[in-house]
């Protein structure tokens, strides 16, 4: 048996396999099929406890006495399907997995011989978990550890998927903060523009300056045109530091081709793999939470972003994870894209050496633009840059090298949010 940690995966050498989910208490099991955008074609993609059944996927209670399991053939999985999550949460109404350790055991469920098995580290306040995930990658079925925890139990997993669950007020990452700062937006675009920031993320007001009691030297610097005294890319390459802007504009045009935003890291100490996950994270203008693109979900905003997948070790010369960026193709209401960096298997940044993040011109490869993060914090998450559309059109990247506690990308919607 293969004794699998978080991000780490392997093929199958069964067609047919059983996920068991073991715990101290009783375990709500479920598994949801989900094609290429991350999300359900339709509820029957959910299979539970009261739809235990679906095209190539089974679910079995084991009564309270043996484990839930999910079945999975993967020969009668439906063209389309390219994943299988299979998710746990406690059966007592608000517990947490908090001292609880599950286990799932991943075997052939013809011969019964066992595959692998996963427990998932350092859990505290989830309240339900995608355990693992078999899933199709170049013609073969893989599985992969991954231990994602979910605040709001199953019902924001399977909202999170694409399931309509009645009882469930709100999806589950919805970030949208306080709306004091940003609620006078509406009235907003009948004013004068150079009342106005160039984005409505850049600080200071959304309204006309009027109001302030002092006499407005702060509102000046957001009216200034476009361009007037930011760094663009007309001199070639720009190297950041942190907090510092650039106008993705070069000949006086806005760079709305693709480009490639690449994320590099190493071990600090030789000899140990460091398993880091880089993701990205869109938002909409009130700094609502849209989508995020990361190791399970490869593609998003219909494919305008798209990512490289998983890197488990961090070796090598190069960039260790691709976001492939189309600009002109983000959907309007997509207005930031926030890009992270997480430790999947809980090791911190002062364990991570020539971490960075670089902006490449897809078509030619040239390197447009660089920030090397200097400085660690012992911390699982790091926000490394923003990509904002302003009002003209034209995109600004800022670099970031903000530390989060996170381990997976979900834990950074929020504090992301806030940094726009």
């Keep these: 048996m293969t004794a699998m940690t978080p991000g780490s995966n392997l093929p199958l050498n069964a067609v047919r396999v059983t996920v068991d989910v073991a715990a101290p208490v009783r375990l709500d099991v479920s598994a949801l099929l989900l094609a290429a955008d991350g999300k359900v074609r339709s509820d029957a993609d959910f299979i539970f406890f009261n ?22 053939d993967t020969g009668a999985v439906p063209p389309g399907i390219e994943r299988i999550v299979v998710t746990a949460s406690p059966d007592a109404a608000g ?5 609880i350790e599950p286990t799932a055991t991943v075997r052939n469920a013809d011969g019964g011989a066992v595959i692998a098995g996963f427990t998932p580290p350092q859990l505290g306040t989830e309240t339900a978990l995608v355990v693992v995930e078999i899933y199709l990658r170049g013609g073969v079925w893989k599985v992969r550890a991954v231990g994602q925890g979910y605040a709001n139990g199953l019902a ?23 709306a004091a700062p940003v609620a006078p937006a509406p009235a907003a675009p009948p004013a004068a523009p150079a009342s106005y920031p160039a984005s409505p993320w850049l600080g200071g007001p959304t309204t006309p300056a009027a109001p302030a009691p002092a006499p407005a030297a702060p509102a000046a610097p957001p009216a200034a045109a476009p ?26 045009r806005p760079l709305l081709s693709q480009v490639k935003m690449g994320l590099g890291w190493e071990p600090a100490f030789r000899g140990k793999d460091i398993d880091l996950d880089a993701s990205v994270i869109a ?18 905003l219909g494919g305008a972003v798209k990512h490289s997948g998983d890197n488990l070790t961090g070796e090598g010369a ?5 976001i492939v960026v189309d600009l002109g ?42 920030f090397d993060l200097t400085g660690a914090e012992p911390q699982t998450g790091v926000m490394m840059a923003k990509l904002i559309k302003q009002f003209s059109g034209e995109w600004e990247m800022t670099a970031m090298g903000d530390f989060v506690k996170s381990r997976t990308v979900r834990g950074m919607v929020k504090p992301a949010a806030q940094a726009l």
């Excluded at 089974?58 to 079945?71: A, E, V, W």
């Design 51 to 72: 739809q235990p059944t679906g095209p190539g996927v089974g679910y079995r209670s084991g009564g309270g006495s043996t484990p839930d399991s999910i079945t999975v």
């Design 95 to 99: 517990q947490t997995f908090q001292g």
């Design 156 to 178: 924001g997993i399977a909202t999170d998927f694409g399931v309509s669950v009645d009882e469930e007020p709100a999806p589950p990452q919805a970030v949208t903060p306080p």
């Design 227 to 252: 361009g007037a005294g930011k760094i663009n890319l007309d001199k070639g390459r720009v190297s950041l530091q942190k907090n510092q802007t650039v106008s993705l504009v070069k000949g006086g």
């Design 283 to 300: 938002y909409g203008p009130q700094r609502n939470h849209i989508d995020s693109c990361y190791f399970g979900k490869l593609s998003i």
């Design 318 to 322: 190069g960039d260790d994870e691709v």
């Design 329 to 370: 193709r983000i959907p309007a209401d997509a207005t930031g894209l926030v890009f992270t960096v997480n430790s999947f298997s809980g090791q911190k940044f002062t364990e991570v050496a020539k971490a960075y993040c670089r902006l490449i011109d897809a078509a030619s490869g040239e390197e447009l633009v660089r």
